[in-house]
């Protein structure tokens, strides 16, 4: 079974601080699917960024950037220079790439409070 | 804006009743993926469709049934309602690849007072 868990239930940094989303999870999938989602207050999810695992490369897209590490099995969110808009609910999630369907399993969630 | 179109955005009713949810997959997109989040489970896959036929199941209630119409468009049918029912409701969709990624529609705010 795949299980995706975010030990950070709650942050709180003040605007331009850089904060880190921890995302840990387990598969026994050889290929898998990782992504971030956004709620925001309003409750939608939005999509952020997605990793496959066969690609460990890190990357940067403009403030956020992640660091996908197979070897620990994590996959954490990196926010630069935060701004108030980036409050909200952070979910980490995974994919099986050897399973029928395509089903996400989430992590619990981790709510970020960005204070001015 | 992700392109998928969930209704009704809210919707009250009682136990026991029987309600509909609708949701519209991006243009194009074959695969429509159901998830509940509510306070106590969380996220939770429910079930998918992939042009017009059943490809997965979740932790999907015995009451709540799905379908995927020919014109992609999807209904999740949740009947005999419990108050535990009482979540926010996700549709999501995927393009051609099932790998590919999924982009959610608002949601479906239900209450079962």
Known sequence: ?116 | DSGVTQTPKHLITATGQRVTLRCSPRSGDLSVYWYQQSLDQGLQFLIQYYNGEERAKGNILERFSAQQFPDLHSELNLSSLELGDSALYFCASSALGERETQYFGPGTRLLVL
Request: charged share 20%.
């Open chain 1, 1 to 116: 079974a795949q299980k995706v868990t975010q030990a950070q239930t709650e942050i709180s940094v003040v605007e331009k601080e850089d904060v880190t989303l921890d995302c840990v999870y387990e598969t026994r999938d050889t290929t898998y699917y990782l992504f971030w989602y956004k709620q925001p207050p309003s409750g939608e999810l939005v999509f952020l960024i997605r990793r496959n695992s066969f690609d460990e490369q890190n990357e940067i897209s403009g403030r956020y950037s992640w660091n996908f590490q197979k070897s620990t099995s994590s996959f954490n969110f990196t926010i630069t220079a935060s701004q108030v808009v980036d409050s909200a609910v952070y979910f980490c999630a995974l994919s099986g790439g050897d399973n029928a369907g395509n089903m996400l399993t989430f992590g619990g969630g981790t709510r970020l409070m960005v204070k001015p």
